[in-house]
T-cell receptor, first 111, second 112 residues
Framework: SQKIEQNSEALNIQEGKTATLTCNYT??????LQWYRQDPGRGPVFLLL?????KEKRKERLKVTFDTTLKQSLFHITASQPADSATYLC??????????FGQGTELSVKP | NAGVMQNPRHLVRRRGQEARLRCSPM?????VYWYRQLPEEGLKFMVY????????ESGMPKERFSAEFPKEGPSILRIQQVVRGDSAAYFC??????????FGQGTRLTVV
């Protein structure tokens, strides 16, 4: 069956450290994968999109990798700040155009 | 260009009543997705619509739930005869075609 799985446990890190979140998928062949941020009580906000022919993509302190062999994407936040505390979701489209989300990983950055 | 607008933000219904949730997509967007989210859980896909067409409703319960996206006006998610288990946050997202999805702020439905 098709699955998208993220670290189910919350991730707690110290300010200034790098946070690394994992997204694994099975039985999908996505052309690209997306990452979103969701704050409590609000809708998700798009962060980054990485295509299957891109190994790595960066945006300010964010870095995303995409390994289609391992069927995995890693999302990194460098020099993390308390304001980065949120739930981070990965998402991809199935062949029918349905946009599917992982269950999200809650990140908490302590000062 | 206003973002995706959902209303109401909060909706309280008694068991057995109907809930009608509205989503106005961004201008120029012809695709709408609806998701349901329970506390501490991820976004569960419900339905994918294009103007006047339901593309995929595989995540929507067969009974009591329906969705539409008419040629004019907002997309509507309708829940008939609500039960306590329908209490959740319902989010819609719009996009012009594939790629980045733009989400509304959600409607929090409480069934009492």
């Amino acid at each position: 069956s098709q699955k998208i799985e993220q670290n189910s446990e919350a991730l707690n890190i110290q300010e200034g450290k790098t946070a690394t979140l994992t997204c694994n998928y099975t039985n999908y062949s996505p052309a690209y994968l997306q990452w979103y941020r969701q704050d409590p009580g609000r809708g998700p906000v798009f962060l980054l999109l990485i295509r299957e022919n891109e190994k790595e993509k960066r945006k300010e302190r964010l870095k995303v990798t995409f390994d289609t062999t391992l069927k995995q994407s890693l999302f990194h936040i460098t020099a993390s700040q308390p304001a980065d505390s949120a739930t981070y979701l990965c998402a991809l489209y199935n062949q029918g155009g349905k946009l599917i989300f992982g269950q999200g990983t809650e990140l908490s950055v302590k000062p | 260009n206003a973002g995706v607008m959902q209303n109401p933000r909060h909706l309280v219904r008694r068991r057995g009543q109907e809930a009608r949730l509205r989503c106005s997509p961004m201008k120029g967007h012809s695709h709408v997705y609806w998701y349901r989210q329970l506390p501490e859980e991820g976004l569960k896909f419900m339905v994918y619509l294009q103007k006047e067409n339901i593309i995929d409703e595989s995540g929507m319960p067969k009974e009591r739930f329906s969705a539409e996206f008419p040629k004019e006006g907002p997309s509507i998610l309708r829940i008939q005869q609500v039960v306590r288990g329908d209490s959740a946050a319902y989010f819609c997202a719009s996009l012009p075609t594939g790629g980045e999805a733009f989400f509304g702020q959600g409607t929090r439905l409480t069934v009492v």
